[in-house]
């Protein structure tokens, strides 16, 4: 499994676009990319999936470069309501991807 | 659709009882996980099962049994616990193995004392 590498915390203000970025330099030729958001007392839930180039959904767009040692959860104009923990994920979708989560990032988002 | 349902969502233990912590989808979800969650810090994965009838250890699998009841249940037993089990138990689903959309129920927080 790619081993990814989150910033432990990130602070922003209201109607600011976020951006958090996550390392995985090992990551293999079949893994995705894959990103989760966590409010507190409650289980994480999906956010957004790819593979390369960028892709966009109604919450947030995910950037990866062409190397894809690198990947990007984009937030725009976040509100109080994105602050959360936001887990980054990689694996290669077989049979034997567990779902490993790392530590994560804590976002705060401020008046 | 109810999703992943997790009870009980609340229990207090005693050091050395045992107790199950139930877990059902209704979404025809293949595979099934368990995870812990400590104060301030990631989810860690217990086990695991791709499908019905299989079971596999995640990473912190001791101290904790497994059984996959049907295709829908999938039961998270403690033993003995202990004060280090002390933590919030997530459950989820996804399609099938490798499926990196998982869906979470609201979770057990669990305290032995």
């Known amino acids: 499994l790619a081993k990814t590498t989150q910033p432990i915390s990130m602070d922003s203000y209201e109607g600011q676009e976020v951006n958090i970025t996550c390392s995985h330099n090992n990551i293999a030729t079949n893994d995705y990319i894959t990103w989760y958001q966590q409010f507190p007392s409650q289980g994480p839930r999906f956010i957004i999936q790819g593979y390369k180039t960028k892709v966009t959904n109604e919450v947030a767009s995910l950037f990866i470069p062409a190397d894809r040692k690198s990947s990007t959860l984009s937030l725009p104009r976040v509100s109080l309501s994105d602050t959360a923990v936001y887990y980054c994920?990689?694996?290669?979708?077989?049979?034997?991807?567990?779902?490993?989560f790392g530590s994560g990032t804590r976002l705060l988002v401020r008046p | 659709n109810a999703g992943v349902t997790q009870t009980p969502k609340f229990q207090v233990l005693k050091t050395g009882q045992s107790m199950t912590l139930q877990c059902a989808q209704d979404m025809n979800h293949n595979s099934m996980y368990w995870y812990r969650q400590d104060p301030g810090m990631g989810l860690r994965l217990i086990y695991y099962?791709?499908?019905?009838?299989?079971?596999d250890k995640g990473e912190v699998p001791n101290g904790y049994n497994v059984s996959r009841l049907n295709k829908r249940e999938f039961s998270l037993r403690l033993e003995s616990a202990a004060p280090s089990q002390t933590s919030v138990y997530f459950c989820?689903?996804?399609?099938?193995?490798?499926?990196?959309?998982?869906?979470f129920g609201q979770g057990t927080r669990l305290t032995v004392v």
């Open positions: 989820a689903s996804s399609f099938q193995g490798g499926d990196t959309e998982a869906f």
């Open positions: 099962s791709a499908s019905e009838g299989t079971t």
């Open positions: 994920l990689v694996g290669d979708k077989g049979s034997s991807y567990k779902l490993i």
